[in-house]
């Protein structure tokens, strides 16, 4: 037998400066390879070992970046894309109320969220983003564009008490819900999360029909909650309880909640998460921007709540850059701690891979490097000046690149963005298209 027969052929080898695996934490391997075949990870060795090992169909050298996870990111709502910059530097209910909900009423369609959707897939990739957790209206939309930009998308099956456009009460949006999981379920880039909007927009028996369907068929379910102080305050003024403590009644509180935001905590409520499992969906970028505050992630963590990182929509962040919320997430925390080891590099770039993966119930198919898991993953170039010198690479990715030094991004093993350029998307027509909307939106 041959040297060459007894390699075993894979369809691509890795070869980068640094690998960041996530798990094991705090690992960071030096000239390493990564090895994909069908759209998985076979294996991480040094690269002296590759000759001996592989047989690649492809191979890239990355003599001067970082692999890590693809990012994941726990919250958005990516059709928003199209209202970036509508209505800032105003609270959350104005906000709302005001400006996106009458644009809403008037402008989103199917169409509105493909086209919106399909503009977040190219900005989320090109900054190294290869999963979102998405709530918005007309799911099989933003589905659809996902799939178009070859990106792994949780589609959050959206209900809320009052009509819209998509559907006209709570028993329509999950019936509809129901039927595009139904249609789409053996997609393997896309997954699914019941979606309830908030307690503020939801009732008891929706949430009691929401709760009976995650428990029959599996699936997560994403609600903003706690968000703002008005938020608890209409809650105690209508209920007589705060927020958290009405969906513990209602039996929500499980391993398969995503509280988004969750800003406003006391003591209990932080306990009540972790004693229940619940993951939070931390967007420090939006929660600033709309002046809602800031959530007590230092506290969470040490109470063992699993954390992922959301961008939010565009709308209300302007951004949606995971970079830019993992460094600011770890500078808030070492602020409102008043230490500066409350939230170290390491544990915020978990948070924005591994965390968000465990909530979404991924984690045994992304958010780390390991054997066997999807080959989600982005490269980000180390040799710009702005850069350099690079003693700590996990430290460099938490708090000095940007998402501009992204070069290369992988899905499933297939390559959608090299060298900082998008394969499936032409960058000029989205921003056309965008401009389109924009002049329906705002002539």
Known sequence: ????????????????????????????????????????????????????????RSRKCLAQHVLIPGLVNLHTHAAMTLLRGLADDLPLMQWLREHVWPAEAQ????????????????????????????????????????????????????????????????????????????????EPLLSFCLAPHAPYTVGERSFARVL???????????????????EIEESLKHFGIRPMERIRRLGLLGPGLIAVHA???????????????????????????????????????????????????????????????????????????????????HQVLRMATLGGARALGLESSIGSLSPGKCADLCAVR????????????????????????VSDVWVAGAMRVENGQLIENNETGLIKLARLWQNKIRP
């Open 1 to 56: 037998m041959s040297a060459q027969s007894s390699l075993q052929s894979v369809d691509l080898v890795i070869e980068a400066r640094w690998i960041v695996p996530v798990e094991p934490a705090s690992v960071v391997l030096e000239n390493h390879a990564l090895a994909v075949e069908q759209g998985r990870i076979v294996d991480i060795v040094p690269q002296s070992e590759v000759a001996d090992r592989f047989l690649p």
């Open 107 to 186: 402008h989103v369609s199917a169409q509105f969220v493909y086209d919106g959707t399909r503009l977040a897939c190219a900005e989320m990739l090109r900054g190294g983003i290869t999963c979102f957790n998405d709530m918005y209206f007309f799911p099989k939309a933003a589905a659809d564009a996902a799939l178009a930009a070859g990106m792994r998308a949780a589609i959050g099956l959206i209900t809320v008490d009052f009509p819209s456009n998509y559907a006209a009460d709570a028993d329509d949006y999950l019936a509809k819900g129901l039927a595009v999981r139904d249609q789409l379920l053996d």
């Open 212 to 230: 009976t369907l995650a428990e029959q068929i599996e699936l997560p379910i994403h609600l903003h909650l706690h968000e703002t102080a008005h």
């Open 263 to 345: 800003v406003h905590l006391d003591a209990n409520e932080i306990e009540l998460l972790a004693r229940y499992g619940c993951s939070v969906a931390h967007c420090p970028s939006s929660n600033l921007k709309l002046g809602s505050g800031i959530a007590p992630i230092t506290q969470l963590s040490a109470n063992g709540v699993n954390i992922g990182l959301g961008t939010d929509g565009a709308a209300s962040n302007n951004r949606l850059d995971l970079f830019q919320e993992m460094r600011l997430g770890a500078l808030l925390a070492k602020e409102q701690a008043g230490r500066a080891d409350a939230i170290n590099a």
């Open 382 to 405: 180390f040799d710009d000046m702005a850069l350099a010198p690079c003693y700590d690479p996990v430290s460099h990715l938490s708090y000095a690149v940007g998402r501009e030094h």
